[in-house]
């Protein structure tokens, strides 16, 4: 069992020290255009095999400028389109990501309608039992795997609360007790996991008691969050499930003074979740492109920032203002960084690593 008052005590200290320096750089045999490539998650424009905007994406990993490709709702309206497009594009890179937000309820891309399984909402699910969901995770998982995706966006270990925006609304939270919610995101990974999908437990430190949408603009949890939020992650973490994590675009200035958000904040990536929580996985942004980022910071800021935080990989959807030179540019704005010293290659070289780690997970 966690004990609360001195993981606090720990994570202050922490959070407010800033949770160090970045470390110095070393070299690596591995270039500057892979490293970054190979952090880089990015969304396209269409919904069939012959769109244009996946003409760019095929080029793009089969040259190494990119890690992996993000499908949104309006990538998948068809089966044979969604299914073409994810068998063009693991053609193009077999060890790419292909990534999907198929959480159930409201939050599932690939529906019942396209011929998928149809995943209840969480809180639906809870009130089933473990014992009728098990079969539906694993079909869901089997289903995802062979449609071509290996990156599940899901499960969520936010707690419910009545009146949330974007958790509560759609029941998309397991419960509202900590322990609860982490054995149900146990059962979910555990089926996903066996059927070779990592997934992206969200939205680190909790989502479900803010007051507003970072799909919109800024979440502020500094007055609503509570330890009880993080408890959830720090189960799964203690008990082996946690191998990805997600950020959310979150200001907590409890945890970080600057009020910078959760995905551009050192001392909660590094110094909460890495050096108090003792977290050694991956982590992944949220869609860079939301509004909670877009609306504040330029593309490079994003890019830059985020990687210095401490996160490994990128989403980024590129389709509201689609930009088909973005991987070149990333590079480009991560080789200013370091050479003014806001980055290391020793941060890529850690993002690439862990990156590794989690791929060796499914085999």
Sequence with gaps: MIDRRMFLASAGALAAAGAGAPASA??????????????????????????????????????????????????ARTRDGVLGLARRFRAAAPQAWLSIDQEG????????????????????????????ARPIF????????????????????????????VIGRWDRAFGDAPAEVAAWCALFIEAMEAAGV??????????????GDSHDGFVDLTETWSFE????????I???HAHLLMGGHLINR????????????????????????????????????????????????????????????????NSADADPDLPRRAVDWVGAAIERGDLTMDRLVDANARIDQLKSRLG
């Design 26 to 75: 070393r070299q690596d045999p591995q270039s500057l255009e892979t490293l970054v490539g190979r952090t880089l998650i990015l969304g396209f424009l269409g919904d069939e095999p012959d769109a244009p905007g996946a003409d760019q994406v095929e080029a793009d990993l089969a040259e190494g400028r990119i890690g992996g490709v993000l499908f949104l709702r309006h990538n």
């Design 105 to 132: 309820g409201f939050v599932q891309r690939l529906t019942d309608e396209m011929g998928f399984t149809d995943i209840p909402k969480a809180r639906e699910l809870a009130a089933m039992g473990p014992i009728e």
């Design 138 to 165: 694993a079909a869901a998982a089997s289903e995802l795997a062979e449609a071509g995706f290996n990156l599940n966006l899901a499960p969520v270990a936010d707690l419910h609360q009545d009146g949330n925006a």
């Design 198 to 211: 990592a997934c992206a437990i969200k939205h680190f430190p909790g989502h479900g008691r803010s007051s």
């Design 229 to 236: 939020e993080v408890e959830p992650f720090a189960r799964l």
């Design 238 to 240: 203690e008990s082996d």
């Design 254 to 317: 409890r945890l970080d003074p600057s009020g910078a958000p959760v995905t551009l904040s050192r001392p909660v990536l590094n110094g909460l979740l890495r050096r108090a929580m003792r977290y050694d996985g991956a982590v992944i942004t949220d869609d860079l492109d939301m509004g909670a980022i877009r609306d504040h910071y330029s593309r490079e800021e994003a890019i830059t920032g985020s990687l210095a935080a401490g996160n490994d990989l990128l989403l980024i959807s």
